[in-house]
């Protein structure tokens, strides 16, 4: 289990540092075709964070322990959704979620049930080693742009592969970023 907890962690931690990094020069490895979808509403129990993205190995740790003493059944992979771009934001002042899709409302604190709302998306499949996506997320805000879209919320990660049985450079993650039409 702390395995899986520390790759889980690996994975979003390097989501959050690639989402806002300087990406001129590093395309994405594996990526494949961008596309606008619909995708639908869900619901998901998350922690919120506020803080460093280091943090994420600890707040993973957290959210895993919370879900087993409430005995709330993930529906779906590890999420993660972040809020702000660090490269304008203080490290103490990011905020961001980590958390899994569920069909239980009656959540207690710390955790909260939350509804992702964003329905039209950009999506993109990275596959690779996380520590090299750093160019998909330059290379989606550049579609966005070139084909009249805005952001309209915040990004969002899906972890496709089980880090413990997949090679790194196989893995599958799913991000979606909220747009609508300028």
Same mark, same amino acid.
């Given at each position: ?13 390097i989501?959050?540092?690639? %989402? ?10 594996? =990526?494949?075709k961008?596309?606008?979808?619909? !995708? ?12 460093? &993205?280091t943090?994420?190995?600890t ?5 895993? =322990? ?20 660090? %490269? ?7 905020? @961001? ?8 409302s ?8 939350? =509804?992702? %709302?964003?329905?039209?998306?950009l ?19 550049? @579609? ?5 879209? !805005? ?7 899906? &972890? ?5 049985? %997949?090679?790194p450079?196989? &893995?599958?993650?799913?991000?979606w ?6």
């Amino acid at each position: 289990m702390k395995r899986l907890v520390l790759l889980t962690f690996m994975g979003c931690f390097i989501f959050a540092l690639a %989402t806002f990094s300087a990406a001129e020069g590093n395309p994405a490895l594996g =990526q494949e075709k961008f596309n606008v979808k619909e !995708v639908p509403a869900f619901s998901y129990c998350c922690l919120p964070c506020q803080g460093p &993205y280091t943090n994420m190995e600890t707040k993973i740790g957290e959210l895993t =322990q919370f879900l087993q003493a409430q005995n709330i059944a993930p529906m779906g992979p590890l999420i993660g959704i972040f809020y702000n771009d660090p %490269t304008v934001t203080k490290p103490e002042n990011l905020n @961001w979620e980590i958390g899994f899709p569920v069909m239980e409302s009656n959540v207690q604190d710390p955790l909260r049930f939350r =509804q992702w %709302t964003f329905t039209t998306v950009l999506e993109g499949t990275y596959t690779g080693p996380y520590e090299k996506s750093a160019g998909i997320y330059a290379e989606m805000m550049g @579609w966005l742009e070139a084909n009249g879209y !805005v952001m309209a919320g915040p990004i969002l990660e899906k &972890y496709l592969s089980d880090p413990n049985s %997949t090679r790194p450079e196989d &893995y599958k993650t799913e991000i979606w970023i909220p747009c609508r039409k300028k």
